[in-house]
């Protein structure tokens, strides 16, 4: 089975503005995009130990049951790719075949910044594009995630959990901008206010420098506009959606910010766009 349409790969820290990007690319002609299908994380490794497993067992089966004779073969590296493969096209199109105008996919899910080795292995011709966005507006979107989704309390600086996150955001943090750095050559690197101060130019962008080739829009630019969106929402799914217009914003502290600038270190590389 080939699967010959071009696979690109959204990534960034929770709360960059991969959504976004990601509803960015559903709207070019030819391009089916989809998110947080989070393949690399919850189903790679998984995938990779049954194989090990079936493996190991066809090994004893080859050699008791048929006296060495068994010509079962196990799963080579090759296969594994391809039924990794195989796995993931049929969670994306769940179950359907490829449609035929498919030029690319793009599959946006935060982690897979973190999961390039698995993406590697799996689609060694994929595309990797990473959202950044500073850290202090991150950290800030992520306590406003916290606060309207699992507890009121993030709203306050002083709650234990609202600490807890902002210390291991700058432990983790680093990570990810080490990662950007040694992989910089790997990845289509691309911030967040850049995209969303020039949508129309990152369209033109994605096209030619990404997925190769000018496709066109299916949906004017204004669509993707944070205000086009909420109006397609019901008013009860509007006042709590991610998307939001107001100034209900988290206001972190000096100390919080402070903390965010000493830890949290912009990555030493120049951006595509």
């Given at each position: 089975?080939s699967?010959?349409c071009?696979k690109?790969?959204?990534?960034?820290y929770?709360?960059?503005g991969?959504?976004?990007v990601g509803?960015?690319?559903?709207?070019?002609n030819?391009?089916?995009?989809?998110?947080?299908?989070?393949?690399?994380?919850?189903?790679f490794?998984?995938?990779?130990?049954?194989?090990?497993?079936?493996n190991?067992?066809?090994?004893v089966?080859?050699?008791?049951?048929?006296d060495?004779?068994?010509?079962?073969?196990?799963?080579?590296?090759?296969?594994?790719?391809?039924?990794?493969?195989?796995?993931?096209?049929?969670l994306?199109?769940a179950?359907?075949?490829?449609?035929?105008?498919c030029?690319a996919?793009?599959?946006?899910?935060p982690?897979?910044?973190?999961?390039?080795?698995?993406l590697?292995?799996?689609?060694?011709?994929?595309?990797?594009?990473?959202?950044?966005?500073?850290?202090?507006p991150?950290?800030?979107?992520l306590?406003?995630?916290?606060?309207?989704?699992?507890?009121?309390?993030?709203?306050?600086?002083?709650?234990?959990?609202?600490?807890e996150?902002?210390q291991?955001?700058?432990?983790?943090?680093?990570?990810?901008?080490?990662?950007?750095?040694d992989?910089?050559?790997?990845?289509?690197?691309?911030?967040?206010?850049?995209?969303?101060d020039?949508?129309a130019?990152?369209?033109?962008?994605?096209?030619?420098?990404i997925?190769?080739?000018k496709?066109?829009?299916?949906?004017?630019?204004?669509?993707?506009?944070?205000e086009?969106?909420?109006?397609?929402?019901?008013?009860?799914?509007r006042?709590?959606?991610?998307?939001?217009?107001?100034?209900n914003k988290?206001?972190?502290t000096?100390?919080?910010?402070t903390?965010?600038?000493?830890?949290c270190?912009?990555?030493?590389?120049t951006?595509?766009?």
């Open positions: 089975m699967f010959r071009k690109i790969f959204v990534g960034g929770t709360k960059s991969t959504t976004f509803r960015a690319f559903d709207i070019i030819g391009v089916y995009a989809k998110g947080e299908e989070d393949y690399f994380r919850l189903m490794h998984g995938v990779t130990n049954l194989v090990r497993e079936f190991s067992n066809i090994k089966v080859n050699r008791e049951v048929y060495g004779l068994g010509s079962i073969p196990p799963v080579d590296r090759g296969s594994l790719r391809l039924l990794q493969q195989k796995i993931f096209f049929h994306f199109f179950g359907k075949p490829v449609p035929d105008d030029v996919i793009v599959e946006k899910s982690h897979n910044i973190f999961r390039l080795k698995e590697t292995f799996t689609f060694p011709a994929a595309i990797n594009v990473c959202v950044y966005r500073h850290a202090v991150v950290f800030a979107s306590m406003r995630h916290m606060r309207d989704h699992r507890n009121e309390k993030f709203d306050d600086p002083d709650f234990g959990l609202r600490r996150m902002l291991n955001f700058c432990k983790r943090w680093p990570e990810y901008v080490q990662i950007i750095e992989n910089r050559a790997k990845l289509k690197m691309v911030q967040y206010q850049s995209v969303a020039n949508t130019g990152f369209l033109d962008f994605a096209q030619t420098d997925i190769g080739e496709l066109g829009l299916s949906a004017p630019v204004e669509t993707l506009t944070k086009h969106y909420l109006s397609t929402l019901p008013p009860e799914v006042e709590k959606s991610l998307v939001q217009t107001s100034a988290i206001k972190l000096d100390a919080e910010k903390m965010i600038a000493e830890h270190k912009d990555p030493a590389i951006f595509d766009f």
